[in-house]
């Protein structure tokens, strides 16, 4: 019987192990490298659902009580967009940062990262504004640990917004497959759900 007992918590030990081991190489995986990001760059060709996926992520972030705030770039003009982010949440007069301390102390007390999503950098004015005026978002984003910031851009666009020399093509990108993996029928039935 001690000879059995022996073997069980041996092989429960061995489990064990096998558990931890999956779960060290399943964080070594480069999706989890991307929890850490502080900035990350979703990309994918048009009607793929981007802006959906983005919307989702948002609304489901909002029903469980996380701070989330969800911008369109074809809502900006070519001046600052941080000026604009505050004109457009009726924070006239504040600084940036006075807001991203807000947003950030949003996600501290919620325990999360606080998102700030902007979709579709390539639209409207995108190029303009995006090409001068993410590097200093995205740096002024990363002086705030609970503020994590999603932007979206078509594929084509990518070069544009972001140059081959710019010290941006190091930011975290996730390539969106979306609606193109099964066709119309997954868009069909997506946009038949919302």
Partial sequence: DELSSFYSVLNDLHRFLSTITNVEYELEEDIWQLCNERAVLLYGEPGIGKSHLLADIANDYLKQGCPAILLLTSMFTTQDPRTQILEKLDL??????????????????????????????????????????????????????????????????????????????????????????????AAKDYLAFR
């Fill in 92 to 185: 006239r007069g504040k600084s940036f940062s006075t807001f991203l301390g807000a947003l950030d102390a949003a996600g501290q007390k919620a325990g999360v990262r606080a998102l700030l999503i902007i979709d579709a950098i390539n639209e409207r004015n995108g190029i303009e504004i995006w090409r001068e005026h993410l590097a200093p978002l995205i740096a002024e984003v990363k002086d705030f640990p609970y503020v994590g910031l999603l932007i979206s851009c078509r594929s084509t666009y990518l070069n544009a917004v972001i140059p081959p020399a710019s010290p941006l093509k190091a930011i975290a990108k996730i390539e969106h497959h979306g609606f193109a993996v099964s066709g119309g029928r």
